[in-house]
């Protein structure tokens, strides 16, 4: 198994700190949206970008249409509007007050980082010029973000050649031209080495996404994240590292706990799994109903991967699109009165779901030209109430405060009975055999103050607005623990029990 060939064999000092503000954004579960057309274009979305006339969906239709029509200087004024307009101070507020956003999935591309990663690709020449601020309106959002309690996860969405084939690559290709191409995936690499050295210094980027969709059975893919990780680790070890499971969740998962031992302190790698149930013809054949009977068994690719760290790997997993649309062959198997509330059915399941056994979730999308987005609109489905925060994150200031002090209060009996359950149960299942008790003792601590300064973040420093966060990350987030502790041996699996039930009694103290 994951780890186990390579267990550290003696212990060594533990690092283990606080986690810090930049810790939480990063491990936190993501009650996230997508801010999808802003930097990379779609029409569908955003079609005001698009000037009459014009031909094509995609970022290099839109600029070389407007380009053509009113020169360089006009269009790019145009899109540096475009992008620092996306989010006013209004929706900021929103997203923090009402929506209790807690992340947001940034889609960009490599022309978003400037005219020099424009060379040799379609957006070479006048097109490249558009965007020579493009990155640092990128670092400006992050900032904001960061100021509003919010953190961004920056997703290579257009890569060079393309990731897929679709216009959300950057052109109208129609070809994913990124897989097998040497030239393509260097240039892509690149790109991400210079994200990543970047992000370091960014304050609120809580990963970076390698690519979006890559299409099934990509040429070479593996090979190619392997590449990747290992230069973003010579760069930033920190850094979460996200990967695109090209619609085959097993194998992803696999991955990741291959490149998740416990014995590694290096990026955490976290599998981007996208949920749609509106483009495949089973999905359209299917009823309201039956689609939403489906979504309580989504992501049991987990089930027997992740929860172990020590034998298996870390395995995590984000849903990092979603949506509340079905298609029209779906919604006439019922009638139109019935909509709304099989919508919010849809939605509240989804929440449900994504809360249980992922790591955070992102909704496509937040903006558009028709506003308030319906299906697609993370703010029409918020409003609705057909798509839920995380109780936690719905909590007053004073409620959260409350709870801590009652977590306080109990912390000694939950530990003394922790500590004893697991002493008892092991003496019974295994009598006379040594164990290392010691070591579930300490991790119990770890967690329970771990799951408690997360829970604490807003009301004693660190982050803006009211709610208390939950470690949504816990498999990557107990091997970075593990791998902090400096515990070595034979043992160390006691440790990590003990991490997982400090966290646990945590939250069955505070009810979340």
Not at 459 to 464: D, E, M, N, T
Not at 482 to 491: D, P, T
């Amino acid at each position: 198994m994951a780890g186990q060939a390579v267990l550290r064999q003696s212990d060594s000092s533990s690092v283990i700190q606080p986690p810090t503000p930049n810790e939480v954004l990063r491990y936190r579960y993501h009650h996230g949206t997508n801010l999808g057309s802003i930097y990379v274009l779609e029409k569908w979305l955003s079609g005001s970008m698009f000037v009459e006339g014009s031909t094509g969906e995609s970022e290099l239709d839109a600029v070389n249409a407007s380009l053509r029509r009113d020169g360089l200087d006009a269009t790019r004024q145009k899109w540096e509007a475009h992008w620092r307009d996306a989010v006013s101070e209004g929706d900021w507020n929103w997203l923090v007050n009402a929506a209790k956003c807690t992340t947001i999935r940034l889609p960009i591309g490599y022309f978003t980082l400037g005219p020099a990663f424009c060379n040799g690709t379609p957006f070479e020449g006048q097109p490249a010029q558009v965007y020579t601020n493009a990155w640092n309106s990128v670092r400006a959002f992050v900032g904001q973000a960061r100021s509003h309690g919010i953190g961004v996860l920056l997703d290579f969405h257009a890569l060079p050649g393309g990731a897929n084939g679709e216009i959300h690559s950057g052109t109208s290709s129609g070809r994913a031209e990124l897989w097998g191409n040497g030239r393509n995936l260097d240039h892509a690499r690149d790109c991400l080495v210079f994200i990543a050295r970047e992000g370091r210094n960014m304050d609120g980027v809580i990963g970076v996404q390698l690519c979006n969709e890559a299409v099934w059975e990509a040429n070479g893919m593996y090979g190619w994240y392997d590449s990747v990780i290992g230069a973003i680790s010579g760069v930033d070890p920190s850094m979460p590292i996200y990967i695109s499971d090209a619609w085959n969740l097993t194998t992803a998962i696999e991955y990741c706990q291959r490149k998740n031992p416990a014995t590694s302190a290096s990026n955490p790698i976290v599998v981007d799994t996208h949920k749609y149930y509106t483009f495949d013809e089973a999905s359209k054949n299917q009823s309201p109903q039956q689609i939403i009977g489906r979504v309580g068994g989504e992501l049991g690719e987990l089930d027997g991967r992740s929860g172990s760290v020590q034998d298996r790997g870390a395995a995590q997993v984000i849903v990092g699109e979603y949506s509340c649309v079905l298609d029209g062959r779906t919604w006439a198997q019922v009638s139109e009165a019935q909509r709304p509330e099989l919508i919010q059915q849809f939605g509240r399941v989804q929440s449900q779901r994504w809360q249980e056994r992922a790591g955070g979730s992102f909704f496509w999308t937040y903006k558009m030209d028709w506003m308030d987005g319906g299906e697609w609109g993370f703010a029409q489905q918020t409003k609705s109430s057909n798509i839920l925060p995380p109780s936690n994150l719905r909590m007053s200031s004073a409620d959260v405060n409350a709870r801590i002090g009652q977590a306080e209060g109990r912390r000694n009996e939950l530990h003394d009975s922790a500590v004893s359950q697991h002493e008892k149960y092991w003496s019974m299942t295994s009598p006379g055999q040594n164990f290392e008790h010691w070591r579930f003792d300490q991790g119990w601590n770890v967690g329970f103050s771990d799951a408690q300064v997360f829970f604490a973040s807003r009301v004693r420093g660190g982050l803006v607005g009211e709610g208390g966060d939950k470690i949504g990350m816990l498999d990557v987030w107990v091997r970075k623990r593990i791998a902090e502790s400096g515990q070595g041996g034979g043992f160390v699996w006691e440790f990590e029990q003990g991490v997982r039930k400090g966290v646990a009694d945590f939250y069955g103290v505070v009810g979340i």
